[in-house]
């Protein structure tokens, strides 16, 4: 009896942990029923996709989706529509939303929001404050729950928890792993008057690497006293990812694009306050440092640290002008063309985008192109030359800093547990985004 499947995806260049090689994949049921030859299945439906490479889905850690509260910038459907048409099959969304993400009530009322609304799956982070320290062992446990989230420095929004006594008690409460904001608040406040109105390269001068290296070691020195596992989230100097190199028992490190790829005094030059992010951007010696981290292991997953404002809340003359940038949809065609450049091998991009959250974050059946996962891929042409523009831009926000930069690697579809929801840059049928699973969590 021949095999049948509801779908099967034939002769692409498969990348998983066999390696990369020309396989069919078969999909039943939202799952990954069969991978080989499969030339003699029966299928409903069959896609060619020679010449194309199938990837785990790229699974974004880190992405700001501004909703409820902040619609004016983002919302969960659109956020999840440039999450999609970029290629991405899951995200993590951050509290700093309005409400605040602390508590039960606000992350069901994100789950009901999300459900069938997005167009990838997805998992919440909750917020720590100092108010909710008791309550972290039921709200790391939610359904939907990515863990904890910690601002040790503040940026967008009032999450903040920056006193060493406050953060020894959250690290010592969390059970799972924990990520991290990692500026020092006490510093940066100490030096607000280092930025120059009107000049964005001022932005690194004030938040320093002295600000991010305080923040780091005191916050490995906390987790490694309690023993508990912490996540550092878009690292931008080349000291923390040297520090962390040798301190990698509990830690584990996140980093963007954006510090891989936009280089000052440049980028600031070229983009005003349209580069301004925290942690900021910093020069080529940190570039270098980071890539360093991606090539030695060190670095464990891609993140894009989504995260957008208005053209109009950009363009406020600085340090007016609210930082962060979009980036969900921009993360695999900028790391491709990365890879096309010979900077990180096609594997390694799926170490950090798929295999690296599964193995950090306990995520339940995704991650792998195996038999029983959910049928999560993102389908990319590796020879495809194209340039990024604005005008692609599924973000409410409606701009990139990548706006005219030429890429060579493209995402071409996008299937969530077996769906096809994203082909040729067209979004494809109804959003019917659910909630990722965590063996620690739901
Ligand atoms: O630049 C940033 N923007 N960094 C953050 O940590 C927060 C984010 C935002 O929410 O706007």
């Known amino acids: ?21 020309q396989r069919d994949i078969g999909i039943r049921a939202g799952r990954i029923a069969g991978i080989g030859n499969l030339g003699s299945a029966k299928a409903a439906e069959t896609l060619d996709a020679r010449g194309l490479h199938v990837l785990p889905g790229v699974i974004d850690s880190q992405v700001h989706f501004r909703e409820p509260g902040l619609e004016h910038k983002e919302n969960l459907e659109s956020g999840s529509r440039a ?16 409400p605040l993400t602390t508590d039960n009530g606000a992350l069901a009322d994100k789950v009901r929001r999300a459900r069938d609304r997005m167009f990838c ?3 919440f982070y909750v917020g720590a404050t100092r108010e909710n320290i008791d ?40 059970s799972r792993r924990a ?34 290296m305080i923040a780091t070691t005191r916050l490995v020195r906390l987790a490694e006293k309690h023993r508990k596992r912490v996540h550092v989230l878009h690292i931008s100097t080349a000291d923390e990812i040297a520090f962390l190199r040798d301190h990698k028992a509990w830690a584990s490190l996140e980093v963007t694009p954006h510090h891989l790829t936009l280089v000052a005094p440049e980028c600031y030059q ?5 580069a301004q992010m925290n942690p900021p951007v910093r020069d080529a010696a940190h570039l270098a440092g980071i890539w360093a981290g991606i090539a030695d292991g060190t670095v464990d997953v891609v993140g894009s640290d989504h995260a957008p404002h208005t053209a109009e809340e950009k363009h406020h003359p600085y340090p007016d002008s609210h930082s962060g940038m ?14 096309n450049a010979g900077r990180l091998s096609l594997a390694r991009f799926v170490d950090l985008t798929s295999a690296g959250p599964q193995r950090l974050f306990g995520i339940r059946n995704k991650g792998r192109i195996a038999v029983g996962y959910d049928a999560d891929l993102t389908v990319v042409d590796l020879k495809r030359t194209e340039t990024i523009t604005a005008g692609w831009i599924q973000s409410v926000a409606q701009w990139t800093p990548y706006d005219g930069m030429k890429v060579k690697g493209w995402p071409v579809g996008t299937f969530v547990r077996g769906r096809r929801v994203m082909w040729a840059g067209a979004i494809e049928g109804k959003a019917h985004g659910a909630p990722v699973g965590f063996y620690e969590g739901q």
């Open 1 to 21: 009896m021949p095999e049948t499947f509801d779908l099967v995806i034939k002769g692409a260049t498969v990348v998983n942990q066999d390696g990369e090689g």
């Open 135 to 174: 309550d972290i062992p039921a709200l790391e446990k939610l359904e939907s729950s990515a863990g904890m989230k910690i601002f040790m420095g503040a940026s967008t929004g009032d999450l903040l928890v920056e006193d060493e006594p406050s953060l020894d008690r959250i690290i010592a409460k969390i």
């Open 326 to 339: 979009t980036g969900v949809q921009t993360l695999v065609p900028v790391m491709l063309d990365h890879v």
């Open 270 to 274: 070229r983009l005003g306050t349209f």
């Open 179 to 212: 990520a991290f904001h990692s500026e020092d608040e006490a510093r940066l406040r100490s030096r607000l008057g280092v930025r120059r109105p009107g000049d964005a390269s001022s932005h690194p001068e004030w938040r320093d690497v002295e600000a991010a």
């Open 121 to 123: 799956d997805f998992a």
């Open 83 to 98: 999450a999609v048409m970029g290629g991405v099959t899951a995200v993590f969304e951050m509290p700093n939303t309005k």
